[in-house]
T-cell receptor, first 113, second 113 residues
Framework: DTEVTQTPKHLVMGMTNKKSLKCEQHMGHRAMYWYKQKAKKPPELMFVYSYEKLSINESVPSRFSPECPNSSLLNLHLHALQPEDSALYLC????????????FGQGTRLTVV | QKEVEQNSGPLSVPEGAIASLNCTYSDRGSQSFFWYRQYSGKSPELIMFIYSNGDKEDGRFTAQLNKASQYVSLLIRDSQPSDSATYLCAVNPSSGGYQKVTFGIGTKLQVIP
């Protein structure tokens, strides 16, 4: 089983709203990731959690706030987003060891109005 | 110089032919290499993962890695229309337990029936 589950699949939110994206995996993976992907562009890394600790923050604006409640769950809290934040948000996970692969969830299509 | 370079395409091949997708990278110390297939509007799906020099075969797919020349390629034999997608090359320079992959821009493959 290489399944990473993301909810919701689609989200429309206003610029004053607060919402959260959720990601779950039950593969025992110890590294989890958030990526942002705009149309016709490759995924851009936002955050990496390794063993439930934030290891990488790629200078992401504070209106995006990640959270890793346990080794299976990853959240991305959204607040005061801008229309240019509209994108496909992808969660991924990997074993957390050298030379292992990462698997992506189905993504959340976010539209900010 | 871009860290991971791919020709954006489109690469058009007739059904049944071999599709050859190429990727070069700039960080000589890169550890592991991935090919993801991404259909329009969907999330990336892992196709191949390689970290040792040489060839790795999985069904109709063969990944080839040459660290001395800093390139990795993906061959798709007996190409099918369902293989039409964007193929993302990803390179992990990290020697740590998580990935900080850099994606290429992706090559769009069109398989003509």
């Amino acid at each position: 089983d290489t399944e990473v589950t993301q909810t919701p699949k689609h989200l429309v939110m206003g610029m004053t709203n607060k919402k959260s994206l959720k990601c779950e995996q039950h593969m025992g993976h110890r590294a989890m990731y958030w990526y942002k992907q705009k149309a016709k562009k490759p995924p851009e890394l936002m955050f990496v959690y390794s063993y439930e600790k934030l290891s990488i923050n790629e200078s992401v604006p504070s209106r995006f706030s990640p959270e890793c409640p346990n080794s299976s769950l990853l959240n991305l809290h959204l607040h005061a987003l801008q229309p240019e934040d509209s994108a496909l948000y992808l969660c991924a996970s990997s074993q957390g060891r050298l030379n292992t692969e990462a698997f992506f969830g189905q993504g959340t299509r976010l539209t900010v109005v | 110089q871009k860290e991971v370079e791919q020709n954006s395409g489109p690469l058009s091949v007739p059904e049944g032919a071999i599709a050859s997708l190429n990727c070069t990278y700039s960080d000589r110390g890169s550890q592991s290499f991935f090919w993801y297939r991404q259909y329009s509007g969907k999330s990336p799906e892992l196709i191949m993962f390689i970290y040792s020099n040489g060839d790795k075969e999985d069904g109709r797919f063969t990944a080839q890695l040459n660290k001395a020349s800093q390139y990795v390629s993906l061959l798709i034999r007996d190409s099918q229309p369902s293989d039409s997608a964007t193929y993302l090359c990803a390179v992990n320079p990290s020697s740590g337990g998580y990935q900080k992959v850099t994606f290429g821009i992706g090559t769009k493959l069109q398989v003509i029936p």
